[in-house]
């Protein structure tokens, strides 16, 4: 290879992947690196109180840069340790922090190095957290932020809100547990991990916990519950006898694992069908126990509710364990409620994002660049040409599913290149198209669904746009993509079924257009012509021509682009779906039940305050929760 060649070939290597540990001491602190399979020491520095913060990220980039290594986490023992150094790590330096408590031996270079391989054993070949679950299949989070952080991006008076119900939550010894089928991948373990992090900074006793997976039972789940459910099976799909002895010998095996954190829940919450078959043991093991079942798809209730459909058998064969729950939490789509949901136990809440995650939280021109050059880098394993950052682009990020209308995402993007080479556009000034989205462990379909859409691009109709269209199956880094939508100028969300779709408020958050189709919860985040477009689902050609508007018309997307980052609703962020989880467990403990009536919980808790006199919400418990 000639030296140019090599001069090339070293500058589109990426960055080695490598675990620092800390062990910081009265003036000093030391590091020790895991580079890949390699320990080695890197160094002790004398610094102060004052500056070691400061210090020991300085040395950290400077490490990192001149060793061609990208530190993913960090663990801190020692003196020193304060929330500012470890929420910085994350929130400033994009590393998972760690703390290590007890230090295994004397504080220095063997603590940093022994600090140093636990942390890298977190972590996969790829950089990747590995979720590893505790004992009864407990999903252990990581805090990627403090109470504080917390309290910077809300307004005092919701703060103030959540932590009166926090207070009252403990006050009344409540234990609330959840249970789903995943704790990785899809808007609902995304939603648990954030609830639960922000739960644990407030001292809630509260844990997450997922069932034992098994292939079969997440072909019957996703098959013949999710997508009958949805209306996107294809026809002759059902629920057969075998299929019920799997799920219910799967549910009883999973609810005897976990009959001693069912003797000690106030509260459960059951997330979708896949956990619904461990109601009746819910019930037998702790009668006192309220339960709240939480719908997260849409749901074709007309369907469900009309005899002989496949719907109908399948909702109601669920429905025999369902009806059990003390309360039936919604979407706050009416449509989305089956009609034997009983009126007065139905109450409406949407989904969350969490803005301190990796989806959410900003990230430095460099950092975005970094997870850029990963994304470009996983298109040119699989045999794509990489994203021109030179470009404009368009994405959709989405799970590889049958409802996400991935190719009429494509079909839009064909009209509205087409357009563009009408009006004398160079092919190197047009937009190109970004289709990218994690997979999950309880979803077969993904795979096969990538699969097709690959296919779709061979088509003679769409060749001629392939290598400007990138799709990509995607490790689960949240970063990746964070900066992809960041660096988008238009999000799509053409969903031809969808409960309530949180990368809607992702993108608005992010000061990004997005154009939708008007399904299921989408036309509750956004405000046509305002923040974005809702389209007729079906109708590509008209996201095409608003894809054409707003490539065309700079004051028309300046001016959508700020009301979708001012105009975004707190409603869907952790804090306020925090507040809501807390308001329905005290209330179901202090009464028994919640007189819910299909409304939202908010108004629920509007109200709840008036009766209460709860006019300003005291911030009592301040001190106390900064010290968790």
Known sequence: MAKKDIQKDERKKMPGFAYAGISIDEDVFHVAVRNGGDFFYSGRVTSDKVKMKKDIFSYLRKHASLNGL??????????????????????????????????????????????????????????????????????????????????????????????YYADKFREMDGKLVFFSSTPRGGGVALMRHALIRLFRLLGIDADWYVMRAKKEVFEITKKKFHNVLQAVAPHGVELEGNDKKIFEKWSSDNAKEFEDIFKKATVAVIDDPQPSGMIPYLKKTNPKMKIIYRSHIQLETELMDTPGTVQYRTWNYLWSNIRNADLFVSHPVEKFIPRNAPLSKTVLLGASTDKLDGLNKKLSKKQIAYYLAVFNDILEKHGQKPLDLKRPYITQIARFDPSKGIPDVIESYRRFRKKLHEEGIADKDMPQLVIAGHGSVDDPEAAPIYNEVMNILKLDTFKKYADDIKVARLPHSDQILNAIMRGAFVALQLSHKEGFEVKVSEALDKGIPVIAYKTGGIPLQIEHGVTGYLVKVGDTKVVAKHLHGLFKDRESYARISANAQELVSKEHFTISNAIKWLFLATKLMENGFVAGNRRYVRDLIDENEKMEQIVNVPVATQNVLDAN
Not at 82 to 105: G, H, I, N
């Open 70 to 163: 990208k530190i993913v986490a960090a663990g801190f023992s020692g003196k020193w340790i304060s929330r500012d150094l470890t929420m910085d790590a994350w929130l400033k330096e994009d590393m998972v922090p760690y703390v290590f408590e007890q230090p295994p031996s004397q504080i220095g270079k063997d603590q940093a190095l022994w600090i140093a391989e636990e942390v890298a054993g977190n972590f996969d070949e790829n950089g990747i957290v590995e979720l590893k679950l505790g004992e009864n299949r407990r999903v252990r989070t990581v805090r990627l932020g403090g109470i504080g952080d917390f309290r910077k991006i809300s307004d005092r008076k919701e703060f103030s809100r959540l932590e």
